[in-house]
């Protein structure tokens, strides 16, 4: 058997113990699959003292990340300590500069410096892999990178942060609102204290700038993402859409227009007999669509210990095998600037007004919407008392969110809405 | 950019084909994925004149794979042209004997010979690659191999016949009989004129054997897989299951027990609300499952000229980034000889039975459950005329086969039944 890989881990939260754990457990069957032993030999954390449930006696402790990663005696820094800027970026660079590949998972870095990393990876003929950084367990990157290498991508969509998928899957079904089922996934650790990153849509935007940039060739360009959260989602919403056969997600999509790439994050209806409209609790699931394969559907634990360390460890793996692929599939001289696009195809939309319970109203807003272009391809008043303003359901036909938000404008002036209208995507899965 | 991969193509069918036109729609993507330009060295098939729609003008052809495989030009074989034995097996030989790598889709050729084969590769130390023979785009060997390389794995299942699903789930949909449903399918080309080794489950326990040996690092071994076919279901039996809250689906499975490893082709009863419950029409899906990752599915087109293309030019494009591995992740020195097993773990079963309309009948039946020491989870008679059998249905509580064969014999020898009983496992999943 060949010399071990030697590697030093940089981070002893979760994912660093959990990846620990792995290479306690198993060395052997570990050394038979990437072909040589892999050897922890040093690693570093905020705190020495702390009891991780881990032994650490075995190997180094460096105190500085920095000094860690350009240590002589390692081949691979692994970088889990997270953190966009700061010691984590210090050290990679730092790992890179010394000729150590580096795996990592940390999202909200390579969301912001993926393109300059990959770069310097790709200057000291080193890996950067991050499989661990955009659906926890699930081997997307992976699927993209090498599994459908041989499509033209077409599109890549997804739910991709657990938190907001348990929320809203938990709203349908005890029929809790917003507030308090935030408060349980609070309770039950799916959700951080500051849970504003995860349902504000952020932590799955910086995932789908990942996917998206490997999927199109493209520079990473979390900027040019378009965002919004879960938080004003309500249960009135989700039991309406049930009703007309649909779920809310907070769904990711990323897709090459003819103009360039669209990538939005936000809330849309998928139909509920759909794997996206299917997945319940914190499961992730990734979409993938290319032009020979058609479509792929991958699903998994999309976060935690175990999950997180299983896809850190394929990356190390691989680099134990020999395989060195540039970060985000292709060569940084071959990723794109970022050409951003609206929504080139027009999509279905679902509609919620609370209109004046006056004759004629409801031709009013057909008729308004008719001047934007857009047909109504559902139409439902729901029974309500007879002094308060009368819900309205509308899915339209395919239409484009400019001709939508012309007709709401419209209706806006029809002064006959009592709230301002609700407007959901009905993304085509 | 570095010099060519040049490959030569054995097969011209769907696949063959299919391949071509992905490498002469996107020369330029590829050669940017895969690091350098691929280039079609030579062809062959059986006939030379045949119009495939594809052009073939710019490559050499042989009529001998045999000689295709041992050209001095080429550095990577494709064998597309399938059969367990004869052109495909001597071709593949030859191949790797001349130091080629090989990409196949031959599932039967790798079920019966994978091993030597792989020894042969290892041996010229060459790739030898295989993730079109077992889910068409789906790319799960690689997520198995590669993906998931960190985790010991306890279990691999899923659906791996597009016909035979496609056949079950309109079944259900149309209400239509299982020879209508196969006929239709023939005309449809979903279905072989002859269908029996789609049907009889023969195709899909191929692709668990390569899964398996893959998953838990041992030689092939196909004889030992229980296999039955779909033939002998009935809609009767898919209405009762899915009152039931079950879909009735040809399994694949395969686990690692205490003594060694348990494979199954069999009908199984699945819950509806489960993906593998919910997958439709001609898709595929495998689910694979691993100590640290714990479970993630996989689904896409299990068959067809643009997905089992797609994974064929994975393989290549990996290939040519210098990714050389053992075929079935580890070293075959480190292949353990196949231990079959039974099921250890017991799981619920699905009867139903047709008893004789007397009084006493039913105690009768429970009581020779409870010999055998399985106990009845949901027990239903349904209406039935006043003078005909009565149909009783039974889930029980999860039990072993063994256990179940036996409560079987003791009903039989009361002689209150009318037909014989109809089982099914019903897998956790």
Known sequence: MTAPLRIAIAGLGTVGSGLIRILQTHPDLLARRAGRPIE????????????????????????????????????LFVEVMGGEDGP???????????????????????????????????????????????????????????????????????????????????????????D??????????????????????????????????TAFGTQVDYDGIKIEGIERITLTDI????????????????????????????????????????????ANMVVLEGDAVGQTV??????????????????IIDIARGLVIPAFG???????APVRSGSSAGAPYYLRLELADRPGTLAQVADALGQAGISIDRMRQIQHESDAAAPVLIVTHGCTRAALDGALRRIGALDVATAAPVAYRIEPV
């Open 298 to 315: 991958y699903q998994g634990p999309g976060a935690g210990a175990g999950p997180t360390a299983s896809a850190v460890m394929a990356d």
């Open 40 to 75: 922890i030999v040093a690693v570093t954390a905020r705190s020495r003292g702390k009891d991780r449930g881990v032994e650490l006696s075995g190997y180094g402790w460096e105190d500085d990340p920095v000094v860690l990663a350009r240590r002589d005696d390692i081949e």
């Open 88 to 178: 984590a970026k210090a050290a990679t660079e730092a790992a890179l500069a010394a000729g150590k590949h580096v795996v990592t998972a940390n999202k909200a870095m390579l969301a912001r410096h993926g393109f300059a990393l990959a770069r310097q990876a790709e200057d000291s003929n080193v890996a950067l892999r991050f499989e661990a950084a955009v659906a926890g367990g699930i081997p997307c990157v992976k699927a993209l990178t090498e599994g459908l290498a041989g499509n033209a991508v077409s599109r890549v969509l997804g739910v991709m942060n657990g938190t907001c998928n348990y929320i809203l899957t938990e709203m349908e079904r005890t029929g809790g609102d917003y």
């Open 239 to 282: 039991r309406y859409a049930r009703d007309l056969g649909y779920r809310i997600k907070l769904l990711g999509v990323a897709a090459q227009t003819g103009e360039g790439v669209e990538q939005r994050m936000q809330p849309c209806l998928v139909p509920m007999s759909s794997p996206l409209g299917q997945l319940e609790g914190v």
């Open 180 to 213: 308090n089922i935030l408060a349980d996934a609070q309770r039950l650790g799916y959700a951080e204290a500051d849970p504003s990153f995860d349902v504000g849509g952020q932590d799955a935007a910086q995932k789908l700038a990942l996917l998206s940039a």
């Open 330 to 336: 292709v060569p940084t001289a071959d990723l794109a």
